[in-house]
């Protein structure tokens, strides 16, 4: 990934702004992610107990968060990725953030519209009982 990390002050920001440019429209998805980021290590080696080694590292290790918008490879250019490293000891303090940014951001969209699949799923029950 030749992309630069953000801090989490920038991140914050450019969540808000994903989530403020998808509050207009009607449709869209916002991806929101997050994994172990590991250390660089060419193998995964095996542990005596036949369990992996890195389920049980001897140090934290940080979480890599990522949003994007969820834009196609055909809309490539219009497509937002953002990204931030959580070291272990500021997880709790991220995470409080991070929840704030999201529920307010979600609260603002759209539900989805599943009338249209219970009504789909509703006539294929009356016919099959038929």
Known sequence: MSEKHLSHDQFFEKLNELFGARKGSDHGAIYLTQKRLTYNSDSTPVAAGGDFEDRH????MPVLVRA???????????????????????????????????????????????????????????????
């Open 57 to 60: 590292p001897s140090m934290p």
């Open 68 to 130: 994007t918008n969820g834009k196609s490879k055909r809309a490539k250019t219009s497509k937002i990725k953002l990204s931030t490293v959580v070291q272990p000891h500021d997880l709790e303090s991220f995470y409080i953030r991070y929840a704030e940014v999201c529920k307010a951001g979600m609260a603002a969209l759209k539900p989805r519209d599943r009338s249209k699949n219970k009504a789909k799923a509703k006539a294929k029950k009356k016919k099959t009982a038929a």
